[in-house]
């Protein structure tokens, strides 16, 4: 069995908030089909987005790229992290993120996630 993302980092003992995964016929702020709207080839949500759950985006960052299996995770799945934080105003604008205080981080195959 596929670990799904939360999962992996739960075994990792990192500890986020999933605020949003599948949203059947959801759309992107521009109008275009969201990757939230479907599952990956795994049966997982494409898309999720999430909070660290003590708030420090840049320990969890730090701690998700340097982990080698959460790493491996990323590049098997084809996938990555877009910060939609408040040290990323420009990104939280154009992705529509900017609607929540604290900002979050999306999950996802997007050209914008690194």
Do not use: C
């Not at 990757?35 to 999430?50: Q, Y």
């Not at 959460?70 to 408040?86: S, V």
Request: charged content about 30%.
């Amino acid at each position: 069995m596929d670990l799904s993302f939360p999962e992996l980092l739960k075994q990792e003992g990192l500890d986020i908030i999933v605020t949003s995964d599948l949203r059947p016929g959801a759309k992107t702020k521009q109008g275009r089909t969201s990757h939230h709207s479907h599952k990956d080839d795994w049966g997982h949500p494409a898309a999720i987005d999430f909070r660290a759950a003590d708030g420090d985006y840049t320990k969890l960052l730090n701690d998700i790229y340097n982990n080698p299996r959460i790493r491996a995770w990323l590049i098997n799945h084809g996938k990555g992290i877009i910060e939609e934080t408040n040290q990323h105003p420009d990104i939280r604008k154009r992705t529509g993120a900017d609607k929540y205080r604290d900002g979050l981080l999306h999950l996802g195959p997007d050209k914008l996630a690194i």
